[in-house]
């Protein structure tokens, strides 16, 4: 099993920054892939980026050019700085890892006010 432990959702005017993390523990060894989700109230989950061991990543367009996700493959961390806000970012965060399985954080609050 994996878990997943993230911190830094909070508050912000649209325009702001916010910076997500998240560290995975447990059996982390076969972790491929980390990265970032959201919902909305009323809306289903969405990607948000994505970033494999080796460095890929991938970005929802709604996010390009403004969030970047980023990550520490040795100590299975993976971070989302998070910039020029806007008040539909507003959502609960999930980190999520994929390894031989699935695995998804608790959830961290991300509201930006207009």
């Known amino acids: 099993q994996v878990q997943l432990m993230e911190s830094g959702g909070g508050l912000v005017q649209a325009g702001g920054s916010l910076r997500l993390s998240c560290a995975a523990s447990g059996r982390v060894f076969n972790i491929y892939t980390m990265g970032w989700y959201r919902q909305a109230p009323g809306k289903g989950r969405e990607l948000v980026a994505t970033?494999?061991?080796?460095?890929?990543?991938n970005y929802a367009d709604s996010v390009k050019g403004r969030f970047t996700i980023s990550g520490d493959s040795a100590k299975k961390m993976v971070f989302l700085q998070m910039g020029s806000l806007k008040p539909e970012d507003t959502a609960v965060y999930y980190c999520?890892?994929?390894?031989?399985?699935?695995?998804w954080g608790q959830g961290t609050q991300v509201t930006v006010s207009s």
């Open positions: 970033i494999t061991s080796g460095g890929d990543t």
């Open positions: 999520y890892a994929r390894s031989l399985s699935i695995y």
